[in-house]
């Protein structure tokens, strides 16, 4: 089926601003609450969130086969889990009641009453009950730097890194949207020299550059699902925030890799926009390191990535935000469809609403790393805000915000923002 | 409020073989199928599964403040959320209803068709939605045998090990019940000496015997649970087989922990064994040991774990199990309340039905050690079955039970079966 929605010429009767991340292109699926206390499933075009359990039940989706309350609810998993056909249908009937030519809607104020809402009027949710969140460490260039401050420049690289996507398993209750705050964390660090750990804030709080993506339900128990089928069970994509107190980190993960200094928090952006939104941004990831003979199943080809620009900025409190970081989601070395494989490969069970970060996405020259580990070099190298204060790690009050977006000469389509305020610990 | 249904002198008017796991004492919870195909929440008495949902909309359950659809459920995490007083008036008024002295229900045939299935009509079920499973390493004789092996004598006790107890998240997607065969996983090994990885399935495949423990709602992000409180948000055992693949792991581990050496599946025992039923089975945990300073944060006083007698039994085809390992709960080295007390420490919240697993659980002595890795030395010492034949790792078609019981002069309570079936790879 064709993605119609995607016809960069077409345009919407709603307003949408200049360089949008939401232009009638993008159409993200998120969960909001609205005005009226009402927790809805919805999209956004420009600054308008727009509820899609109102357009249902007016019966704008008529001839798609959708159950009654299939948008009347919490999270998008129902949804998601009917499947790639069904969310292109539902995004092109989007398209159409909003394209600049279709007088439907446009011309129906009491239905635009109970379907159209400006975002200031909603509050964002999480947009997905996440059963498992995996997170790989896919970035040559993060695994690289990384490594080097945590095992020495002869170590830095592990044996299995150029073999495999290599991942661990995270939290999924510290889970939460954009826009809340948290607090630092506390926990045992053992400071360098000392003989017995000691107990407080972190301080060493970082944060994470990633993006994740989500899946539908993909496999039974046992089964794999190979490279080349990845992507129809992939439903759409955010920005990630993978937050992390180095201090606690370095101090619990051996043998069993992070726990405590990774599971206090993740940030993600509410808005999930589709792999069919990201469609004209294909492109080709790095090459593989032809020193190491990769297995079948991990073999894809083409172009399985895409050109999302990234960016982090730190805003400390009443003051304007200093951008910290620029890097790009087409560094990572192994793509989505190989981290898919490799996770199924052993029959692991994916169900619709997991979750499945990338890692820290650094890129290989300065001013592209993803973690204040990697830009400050461990606090070594404080780097300059624009109000001529200095960062090693995140200070109290801060807010991080990370951005995304794809852009080429007809369409701009972006994420919005991933962005969480740091509060005193508690 | 007392907890009467721990009586040791009560007796019901249902049959209860001698030596069951599951005498009025006990009043397990757990999810079934019955035989016209509906799933509910009961509890289970010698060998009969009792219909909660039933009991309920027929009355029994009356002063209760209960919601009238508590336990028609594919799940006990409402339940649990419901808290500790609700779970204990509950179980009061199960012991009451079966008490031979109660005629009420035992008079009533009519009502006894709908209530009470034998255990053969019906099909357990997972217990609980698992939003988060995590997998402690608690076991200090286990950490010992196992780092040995991987890391050689000297490197065997990681420096972190006496200061927290050390854990990773797993996988909840593959959490299965007793019962339901898997199939040998494949995946990415790197055999000795080797100079590149090979594709195929596991030849080291094994069990761990562990105990988990079922949270409710404990906190909220960024709050963190007293170790002297952390058992009033605990609210049952059950047994669980975290099935591994040795040769996986090994390959994979460095630096972020277990992934697909651990993720293709983990068995339960599917009835869940209340705090309170196990409390006449009180008992102190080993001695810390005194050369490491604890933090405040993670001091415990008095008995706060449990005598639990286990078992471990492999099973070939068309033969009879033999014995292969004898353990018990009360030798890690880390309780519970240690365990939640970390696992919060940071703000990390727990959340109803969430599984908080204790690592393999070995004993000092030979035949006490909870895995094959340590019951074979890695595959050095095959053990004899009762057949005749011998193992290193689980064969196909062998069949691994593991079995858990309290018991005292007056009372057994126990946890039933955890039982998997290995099937060829696919």
């Known amino acids: 089926m064709h993605i119609t929605a995607n016809d960069p010429k077409r345009k919407t009767w709603l307003e949408v601003p200049e360089n949008s991340d939401f232009p009638i292109q993008n159409i993200p699926f998120g969960v909001f609450l609205t005005r009226d206390d009402i927790i809805t499933i919805g999209t956004r075009i420009g600054n ?15 001839g798609i086969p959708l159950t009654d309350d299939i948008f009347l609810q919490d999270t998008l998993n129902d949804f998601i889990a009917d499947g790639r056909k069904t969310w292109r249908t539902v995004r092109n009937r989007i398209a159409d009641i909003f394209d600049i ?3 439907t809607l446009k011309n129906n104020e009491e239905h635009q009453r109970v379907i159209l809402f400006t975002m200031d009027e909603v509050e964002m949710q999480l947009p997905v009950q996440i059963g498992d969140y995996t997170d790989f460490y896919s970035s040559e260039e993060h695994a690289r730097n990384v490594g080097e401050m945590f095992r020495g420049k002869e170590n830095a690289m592990v044996p299995n890194w150029y073999h495999m996507p290599i991942a661990y398993h995270g939290r999924s209750s510290s889970i939460i949207p954009s826009g809340i705050a948290i607090n630092r964390p506390l926990g045992q660090k053992m400071p360098k020299g000392a003989k017995t750990p000691i107990f407080g804030p972190t301080r060493a709080l970082d944060f994470e550059l990633e993006m994740a993506f989500i899946t539908t339900d993909a496999n039974n128990i046992g089964e794999s699902i190979p490279a080349h089928e990845a992507e129809d069970h992939i439903f759409g994509m955010v920005l990630f925030n993978d937050w992390s107190a180095r201090d606690i980190q370095r101090w619990e993960y051996v043998p069993l890799g992070p726990f405590l200094g990774k ?3 993740s940030t993600i952006s509410p808005w999930i926009v589709t792999l069919d939104a990201l469609e004209p941004f ?5 090459k593989k390191n032809s020193e190491y003979k990769l297995l079948d199943y991990l073999k894809t080809e083409g172009k399985k990535t895409f050109d999302i620009k990234l960016e982090v900025s730190i805003q400390p409190e009443n003051d304007e935000p200093t951008l910290v970081s620029k890097s790009n989601f087409k560094y990572l070395y192994w793509n989505m469809s190989e981290q898919l494989a490799h996770h199924t490969i052993n029959g692991c069970p994916l169900n619709s609403g997991d979750m499945l970060a990338s890692g820290t996405i650094s890129g290989s020259r300065e001013g592209t790393f993803g973690s204040m580990l990697e830009l400050s070099k461990n606090g070594e190298n404080p780097i300059k805000l624009s109000n001529g204060s ?4 995140i200070q109290d009050n801060d807010t991080v915000i990370l951005k995304g977006f794809c852009e080429n000469k007809d369409v701009r389509i972006g994420f919005g923002e991933c962005s969480t305020k740091i509060l005193p610990h508690l």
């Open 282 to 286: 294909r492109t080709e990831g790095p």
């Open 390 to 393: 200095d960062r090693k790690f």
């Open 48 to 62: 308008y969130a727009i509820d899609l359990g109102a357009l249902h039940q007016l019966g704008y989706f008529k």
């Open 101 to 103: 030519n279709n007088t």
């Open 263 to 265: 599971n206090f928090a």
